[in-house]
Structure formats: structure tokens, C-alpha cells
């Protein structure tokens, strides 16, 4: 069995910023790509940004403020969020790519969430 949990969000004005982590833990082989998604209020699930072992990547939306990082020793991503605005107000989860054994194929795992509120 694996988990995600994640953590740091919050309620932050405009302009401001936030660090997100996520932790895999449990049956871990290995891990491909990892990144975040968020969903706001009436609008459809999407992607923030992922990360691979070669090179990370972002929503137009975000690129130049958002940046994803990994610390594969921990099973760790952060997601580092400058310069927020009220646009960014969403529940971000956590996903990962991880496969819990040699044989066996990867499969998707996803966080519970945590809620990102950018508001003066």
C-alpha cells in the first residue's frame, strides 16, 4: 500500500507565498513522475506541474512563479508558490507515478488535498 500526504497550504493575500510537500511512503520500488493538480470551485481538475527525473513541467498559468522540485531520498516533491494570486484559490493534490515492486506495472496514486487560499 502506498500513501501521499500532503502538506502547507493555507490562506495567503496576493502576492504572496506558500511551499507544498508531498511524502510517498509505503511499498515504493521506484517512482516515475510526480507533480501537482488543482481543482478550484465549479472548474475542472488540472495540472499545475510535474517533475521526472529529466525535467519539470508547468501549466502556462503558473510558469515563472510555481516551481516544482524532488527530493528522491525522501520520496518527496515540494511545489514553491511565489507571487499568488486569487486565481491560484484551488484544493491542490499530490500525484504520483509509482511502481511498488519489479514486476509489477506503475499505477497512480493521489493525495487527499490540501486547500490553497489567496484572498486580501
Known amino acids: 500500500q502506498v500513501q501521499l500526504v500532503e502538506s502547507g497550504g493555507g490562506l495567503v493575500q496576493p502576492g504572496g507565498s506558500l511551499r507544498l510537500s508531498c511524502a510517498a511512503s509505503?511499498?515504493?520500488?521506484?517512482?516515475?513522475?510526480m507533480g501537482w493538480y488543482r481543482q478550484a470551485p465549479g472548474k475542472q481538475h488540472e495540472l499545475v506541474a510535474t517533475?521526472?527525473?529529466?525535467?519539470?513541467n508547468y501549466a502556462d498559468s503558473v510558469k515563472g512563479r510555481f516551481t516544482i522540485s524532488r527530493d528522491n531520498a525522501k520520496n518527496t516533491v515540494y511545489l514553491q508558490m511565489n507571487s499568488l494570486k486569487p486565481e491560484d484559490t484551488a484544493v491542490y493534490f499530490c500525484?504520483?507515478?509509482?511502481?511498488?515492486?519489479?514486476?509489477?506495472?506503475?499505477?497512480?496514486?493521489w493525495g487527499q488535498g490540501t486547500q490553497v487560499t489567496v484572498s486580501s
Open positions: 509505503g511499498s515504493i520500488f521506484s517512482i516515475n513522475a
Open positions: 517533475i521526472t527525473t529529466r525535467s519539470p
Open positions: 500525484h504520483a507515478h509509482i511502481r511498488s515492486h519489479p514486476v509489477m506495472a506503475l499505477m497512480d496514486y
